[in-house]
């Protein structure tokens, strides 16, 4: 006469309950990464957000060659460079911007070049 097995063994049951635990960790630890990794995006976008602003803001007016600085919200910190890019006769001038963003030990910087009226000296 043979027995039939109901229900799982006490082994089986610490098995899965093992199997479980692994499963879970593993899914806490890449919801952390996520998140930090979320975090980290939201921070640059904040600096890339502050860079734009200065740049549209510098942009207003006569360009001149020197170097600026100021802060965005109180809290991010901003250093621009504007320098002319050598040219030859009859060509248009170009002035370089070196901008850095910086908000505590996170910094960020952005280059980009302006068109400037060789007429009157106010970026296009």
């Known amino acids: ?3 039939q097995q ?3 063994t006490l082994l089986e049951m610490l098995a899965a309950l093992v199997v479980m635990a ?3 960790s593993v899914l806490l630890v890449a919801f ?3 998140a ?3 975090q980290q995006v939201e921070r640059s976008d904040r600096l890339s957000q502050a860079a734009r602003s200065v740049l549209d803001d510098q942009g207003i007016g006569a360009l001149q060659s020197g170097t600026r600085e100021g802060d965005v919200d ?3 910190h901003w250093s621009l460079a504007v320098n002319e890019q050598p040219a030859k006769a009859g060509q248009p001038r170009l002035m370089r911007l070196d901008l850095t963003v910086s908000e505590g030990r996170r910094r960020a910087q952005f280059s ?3 068109l400037v009226s060789p007429a009157k000296g106010a970026s296009l």
């Open 36 to 38: 930090r990794s979320l």
């Open 32 to 34: 952390g990464q996520s």
């Open 74 to 76: 109180g809290d991010i």
């Open 1 to 3: 006469m043979s027995q």
């Open 112 to 114: 980009t070049l302006r």
């Open 22 to 24: 692994v499963c879970s």
């Open 6 to 8: 109901r229900g799982f």
